[in-house]
């Protein structure tokens, strides 16, 4: 990402200068333009900011939020109101470059302007925006018992971002309204302490499934990116967020399995800790979660993290039929539209949001139920995913 942001920052000001010409037609207020340039000026200064303040603290968190809100506000509507202005300057070089048309600069402003009302609307309601996606997927050696078998999945609820009890109670309103056999819920509970989840306890006990709750730790959950005053304190931490699952009724996989059975006839759950490719830890240790299990079991994994199912998952010695992770978040923006999914995440992560499929195994990666980092989500709506499987 380090790499990336001289990039985004020169895209971001080549944005802004091109818009400006719209603005110079249209805005004869020198006042106003200078208001214009001011907001970058103190988007650049937050950004200063940011470097100087304690890492992984409580201010340094917010104070990216609102960042990350304000730069999003700044510089997606420009950028998307730059192609009508380009297409003229294209006609303008066969024309001697007259003076811009008043109707051009017009209409790149109203694209701006939806563009920001989009955005303004992900920043403010997007973040609990849920939505309910629904895949059914066809196993030819599924046992009879579970064909129509159902799973709700949540991932990556980040609790320590969230503010809005009621906007929260909604997305889990919704996961017991899909009814399903279980529930799975594959990592990142936190975004850094266990304290985060004290005032959510109560709130997620209160989610039900007849046949179990279960889930499995992601990248954040070991307390990895904030500085601790000592490994005691960190070990600790992770220990009471183990608990944490416990008291919210699930039970942590931690590279381990569990038998679910149902009309004499079973299928095998399994549980990695994180495995992440890059720079993230890799804790999870399948070979010891499929220890003791048939080779002709059929199995569902929780991985949080969707690289460990190229990285690891599709070369292991058993079938793997069904993965589930989550962690990319669909980068929180985004646009999945008749058919068609963009996200600048796609650019890191193969396998970022949806369904995908190699060779008889799948994997589901959930775009997530809370949001790190942008205070919302903008296109990428938070998910709650419903999984049928099915016989062939």
């Known amino acids: 990402m380090a790499r990336r942001l001289p990039l985004i920052l020169l895209l971001w000001l080549?944005?802004?200068?091109?818009?400006?010409?719209?603005?110079?037609?249209?805005?004869?207020?020198?006042?106003?333009r200078w208001c214009y340039w001011l907001i970058d000026?103190?988007?650049?200064?937050?950004?200063?900011?940011?470097i100087f303040v304690r890492r992984g603290s409580r201010v340094q968190q917010r104070?990216?939020?609102?960042?990350?809100?304000?730069?999003?506000?700044?510089?997606?509507?420009?950028?998307?109101?730059v192609p009508p202005l380009l297409i003229e300057d294209i006609t303008r070089l066969f024309r001697g470059f007259p003076a811009r048309a008043v109707w051009v600069?017009?209409?790149?402003?109203?694209?701006?302007?939806?563009?920001?009302?989009?955005?303004?609307?992900g920043i403010t309601y997007g973040r609990h925006f849920y939505r309910v996606r629904r895949e059914t997927i066809v196993f030819p050696d599924l046992p009879e018992a579970f064909d129509g078998f159902t799973i709700t999945q949540i991932t990556d609820v980040h609790?320590?971002?969230f503010t809005d009890a009621a906007?929260?109670?909604?997305?889990?309103?919704?996961?017991?309204?899909?009814?399903?056999?279980?529930?799975?819920?594959?990592?990142?509970?936190?975004?850094?302490?266990?304290?985060?989840?004290?005032?959510?306890?109560?709130?997620?006990?209160g989610l039900r499934a007849p046949m179990g709750k279960f889930s499995v730790l992601g990248n954040h959950d070991y307390g990895d990116y904030i500085q601790w005053e000592s490994a005691e304190a960190k070990a600790a931490n992770l220990d009471r967020l183990k608990q944490v699952h416990a008291d919210i009724g699930f039970r942590l996989l931690l590279d381990e399995s569990v038998i679910l059975e149902k009309g004499g006839q079973s299928i095998v759950l399994l549980g990695v800790e994180n495995w992440g490719k890059g720079g993230f830890h890799k804790y999870g240790d399948l070979k010891k979660a499929t220890a003791g299990v048939r080779d002709d079991a059929f199995k569902v994994l929780m991985s949080h993290d969707p690289s460990h199912w190229e990285g690891v998952t599709l070369d292991h010695r058993q079938h793997i039929h069904l993965t589930l992770s989550g962690h990319t978040h669909g980068m929180q923006f985004g646009f999945e539209f008749l058919g068609l999914k963009w996200s600048p995440v796609q650019y890191v992560y193969r396998q970022w949001?949806?369904?995908?499929?190699?060779?008889?195994r799948f994997l589901y990666v959930n775009r997530g139920f809370g949001f790190l980092g942008l205070k919302g989500r903008i296109g990428m709506w938070p998910e709650v995913a419903v999984i049928t499987l099915k016989r062939k």
């Open 14 to 32: 080549g944005a802004d200068l091109y818009f400006y010409q719209a603005i110079q037609t249209l805005v004869h207020s020198e006042a106003l």
């Open 41 to 50: 000026i103190l988007l650049m200064a937050g950004i200063v900011m940011v």
């Open 63 to 81: 104070l990216i939020g609102l960042l990350m809100g304000g730069m999003l506000l700044a510089f997606i509507p420009p950028l998307v109101a």
């Open 105 to 121: 600069s017009e209409l790149a402003l109203c694209i701006a302007a939806a563009m920001f009302g989009l955005v303004l609307f």
């Open 159 to 161: 609790s320590g971002s």
């Open 167 to 205: 906007g929260v109670q909604k997305g889990l309103n919704l996961v017991n309204a899909q009814h399903s056999d279980v529930i799975l819920f594959t990592g990142d509970l936190v975004n850094n302490k266990a304290s985060e989840m004290d005032q959510w306890i109560d709130a997620f006990s």
């Open 353 to 360: 949001a949806g369904l995908y499929e190699n060779s008889g």
